[in-house]
């Protein structure tokens, strides 16, 4: 038996069906009598559609039905006054345009190219309306957000910067970033009567989509079954239901046939969120000596007219660094968009890179070595809330990265550290993002073969959920990890919350480690031992000696209410070595080290790939990645991978995952703090400061291509 | 051995049109095009002029993909993607753009790495086909399919088909001389996760032959 199974490096459990070609993702699954849907979308960004010619299409081979604003059937949780209405666009509902590519028609057919051919044939007719989508021309039009907590901070003095010894000014730009899982976002859905329906759809939370399908259709949640066990890649856009999705479902009601719903690449761009354009301005005033004296974080970025997207760009302002005055503004400026939605890091990642930016600006006009300006505003207790930490360990963080970049070989002055013709630069940039846990339920049945299954309506965007889990319930049982299964993704199983805000490990992990204690429990009470009791029992004996073929049990798992008293953060110190071509303004990235507190690691294989994933995730941000519009008629330019760039192979060189990994006593009984989200915040702005340590540029609007640099 | 499986296209033929299966039972091809023009006009006049041309236009399609040779019918605008996923029930081959840019669909072609999305599927009329699917020998993995499990290069696993076909190829392609090639030569394959170094580390221990 092992003990200890926590912390191990445990290949994936399911890595042979995601090497032989055997994982189903949602649009994959055999259903009979299947037809394709493909949408239309508008070519204007504002206005109505007048009229759709559809004649030509519904004529074409294959058909079954083209569905627009004009014929489509009601959705009841679109309707006014619904008892449980469904936010955001209401697709099909009435003929508005909100957007460019916004779909106003979907056609489906029995084969995809039929469907994608026969879309082609629909013809529309618009009243166009003037339409904004220049966010700087319209930022003075920002609004603070109606929905949350945004109201303007102040802590102290409002703009102590302005009167400090030293200060920085300075204003920072975030491109609009799409999420591009490689998985195209996909629904299959098919109707049994008229009140039951079944979705494999790409979900980071099969409850959730299953509330919303229910209020969608006004149907009773257990009539709803969603399947998404296998998702390729979301970082965010799946943790909503979409429009498109509710659409396939209305399509297979009316053609009483299955419906297989695909977005295209360039659709991906517009209909299922990304990273807003954000402006951001930072104020830092500080003594001679590098103290803080003031910090002023204001942040003004995009949503959509037809529904408010927010996130906490501002937060880390906040709390990160010890000042006494600290005042920060968030304020959303809605064009004729689609609606942005979380991505990875969400606006954490898009507030590190101002904040640490500015802070590298500070410690140059100080003098300071930058790890030693943060060290000289390092917190012990949370200045936002005064409350202490759970756990804090990012002094080790610097330490321990500064040590693996190779920081003693950094030169102060830029543009003086040389390797042959390249100029060589160092970078920091740092990160926290909150430590959740939701409430989770997890089932477990101990078979007599001694084998256990667990199931929860978990999910799995990529991360290894069932790899970790599998290894929490292997520590908890003390059994070996090989006689455990973990089955996720099915709305089914007993209730999980959705995947985001890193904070799965440390819900669902906590219900299956308590679910997991309750099934030792009930077997050592069986086997007439005291519940708590150290001693090894042989579970499958037990078993056999009362009768049972199994034993099951479902158990609900809560946070902790000690978490009231505590800040609780993952930390991270991500560190970049550069070599920048001071005549092409090449980068070549030589090294990324990413050191990081998020508490225990269960499964330190699946971790080190998680951090690895999100410093590539950062260098797309910092390096390549930027949604272009055309103003003109406001549409992208460049909804593809070959002029959107994400980052490929030959991007990449060394990155390096260190972890603290020490438990937090507090979030939840693993210890753990979470690392998806923190895993990106703070890999810009180390790329920024990087690559100012090598050339004396400093970009402050990403992505940090080479013609901003020569 | 290779064997011959029958395939229906999944696409449904029978669900709309009685009128055209019987049409077609009693016309041959040649007929068909022999048809007087007012004959046409009448078709096209009760809307039968695209479903007319739908039919005739598909065309045999003789694949050997992973030793089991397929025979069918399709129009020419289906890729060997489509016919891979939609047609044999092949979806190992995944779809990530559809447009040759991401390296999701790339499949062997008379041992070629090609991507099965650019690749209308009769012109790959009596080819070889290896999908992912055709790897592993029965229970036995590929090394390279192995190797990818031991260095986690995957996260969320959809470009996954796509990288192991692509990383066989490179091996074979003599394009995996240093690490800085390895990445070169696989930099048609995007990983959104972020595994390449995962992914590099698998390649390098394949060509050392350590696994």
Request: proline share 5%.
């Amino acid at each position: 038996m092992k003990k200890d199974a926590i912390g191990d490096s445990l290949s994936r459990v399911d890595g042979r069906l995601k090497v032989t070609g055997g994982a189903k993702y949602s649009g994959e699954y055999k259903v009979p009598n299947l037809t394709y849907g493909v949408l239309v979308s508008a070519t204007i960004a504002s206005g109505t559609v007048t009229a759709l010619d559809t004649r030509s299409a519904e004529r074409a081979p294959g058909v079954l039905a083209v569905i627009t604003p004009f014929n489509a059937p009601k959705v009841p949780g679109y309707q006014a006054g619904a008892e449980r209405p469904v936010r955001g666009l209401k697709l099909f509902n009435d003929n508005k345009i909100y957007f460019n590519a916004q779909p106003i028609a979907l056609v489906v057919a029995d084969t995809f190219e039929r469907a994608t051919y026969a879309a082609s044939l629909v013809k529309a007719t618009y009243n166009t309306e003037p339409f904004e989508t220049d966010f700087h021309k319209n930022i003075d039009k920002g609004v603070t957000p109606q929905k949350g907590n945004y109201k303007d901070y102040v802590r102290g003095e409002a703009n102590a910067y302005k009167n400090a010894p030293v200060m920085v000014e300075e204003e920072y730009l975030l491109p609009t970033e799409v999420h591009n899982p490689m998985e195209l976002h996909v629904t299959t859905a098919f109707w049994d009567g008229d009140d039951k329906v079944t979705l494999y759809t790409k979900s980071q939370g099969v409850k959730g989509s299953q509330r919303s399908i229910a209020a969608a259709f006004g149907l009773n949640p257990d009539n709803v079954q969603i399947n998404s066990r296998f998702v390729g890649g979301a970082f965010g856009s799946s943790l909503r239901t979409w429009p498109h999705e509710i659409a396939a479902a209305q399509a297979a009601k009316l053609v009483k046939r299955p419906v297989k719903l695909t977005l295209t690449r360039e659709q991906m761009f517009t209909q299922v969120g990304y990273r807003p354009l954000t402006i951001q301005k930072i104020g830092l005033g500080a003594t001679a000596d590098g103290k803080l004296i003031g910090i002023t974080h204001e942040s003004h970025s995009q949503t959509a007219v037809y529904e408010e997207f927010t996130e906490g760009a501002v937060n880390v302002s906040q709390f990160l660094y010890n000042s006494p005055n600290v005042n920060t503004l968030y304020k959303v400026v809605p064009l004729n968009v689609g609606v942005p939605a979380p991505m990875r890091g969400p606006g954490e990642a898009t507030g590190s890179f101002a904040l640490e930016s500015a802070l590298d600006e500070l410690s140059y006009k100080l003098n300071l070595d930058p790890i030693e300006l943060r060290l000289r505003n390092y917190t012990d207790t949370d200045p936002e809330r005064n409350k202490p930490w759970s756990s804090k360990y990012l002094k080790e963080c610097y330490q321990k990265g500064a040590e693996a970049i190779g920081w003693a070989d950094r030169k102060a002055q830029p543009g003086t550290n040389k390797e042959g013709e390249w100029l060589v630069g160092y970078g920091i940039g740092c990160g926290a993002f909150g430590a959740y846990r939701g409430n989770a339920m997890a089932k477990i049945k101990l078979m007599a073969d001694g084998s256990v299954n667990i199931q929860s309506a978990t999910s799995d965007i990529g991360p290894g959920t069932g790899t970790s889990m599998v290894l929490i319930a292997a520590d908890t049982l003390g059994i070996p990890a090989d006689k455990i299964t973990f089955e996720l993704g099915n709305s089914a199983f007993p209730n999980a919350p959705t995947q985001g805000g890193s904070a799965t490990v440390s819900s669902v992990g906590s219900a299956v480690h308590d679910v997991c204690v309750a099934l030792k429990q009930k077997l050592y009470t069986m086997a007439g031992k005291p519940a708590d009791s150290m001693e090894p029992i042989d579970y499958v004996a037990v078993l056999k000696q009362n009768n049972m073929p199994s034993v099951e049990l479902t158990q609900e798992s809560k946070g902790n209410p000690e978490a009231q008293k505590y800040s609780m953060y993952s930390f991270s110190a991500h560190f970049a070595k550069v070599h920048v071509h001071p005549l092409t303004g090449q980068v070549k990235i030589k090294k990324i080290v990413a050191c990081v507190d998020a508490g225990k690691i269960v499964n330190h294989k699946t971790a080190s790939s998680q951090m690895i994933g999100g410093a590539v995730g950062g260098v797309g941000m910092a390096m390549t990645e930027e949604a272009v519009f055309d103003e003109r008629y406001g549409r992208y330019i460049n909804g593809n991978f070959a002029d959107y760039h994400v980052p490929v192979n030959a991007d990449i060189q060394q990155i390096e995952a260190i972890f603290i990994d020490k438990p937090d006593p507090v979030l939840n009984p693993v210890g753990t703090k979470g690392i998806g989200e923190i895993s990106l915040i703070g890999v810009a702005p180390a790329l920024a400061n990087a690559i100012y340590n090598a050339t004396g540029k400093r970009v402050r609007e990403l992505p940090i291509t080479p013609d901003k640099l020569i | 051995m290779s064997t011959t499986k029958p395939c229906t296209p999944t696409d449904g033929e029978d669900n709309s049109n009685g009128t055209r299966r019987d049409f077609l039972k009693q016309t041959s091809l040649l007929t068909a095009i022999a048809l007087t023009p007012g004959t046409v006009v009448k078709a096209a006049e009760n809307q039968w002029d695209e479903k007319l041309a739908g039919v005739f236009e598909k065309q045999a399609l003789h694949l050997e993909v992973n030793g089991v040779k397929h025979e069918l019918m399709v129009e020419p605008r289906v890729t060997l993607l489509e016919v891979l996923r939609e047609y044999l029930d092949l979806t190992g081959t995944k779809k990530g753009c559809d447009r040759g840019q991401c390296g999701a669909c790339t499949v062997h072609v008379n041992g070629v790495r090609v991507n099965s999305c650019l690749s209308l599927a009769l012109t790959n009329d009596g080819k070889k086909i290896t999908t992912i699917e055709g790897l592993a020998k029965e229970e036995e993995l590929h090394p390279m399919q192995e190797a990818f499990i031991k260095h986690d290069g995957f996260q969320c696993g959809y470009c996954t088909s796509g990288q192991i076909m692509s990383a066989v190829a490179l091996l074979k392609e003599g394009h995996s001389g240093s690490e800085t090639e390895i990445r070169e030569f696989m930099s048609g394959n995007i990983c959104r996760c972020g595994a390449y170094p995962n992914i590099v580390k698998a390649i390098q221990e394949v060509k050392g032959g350590m696994v």
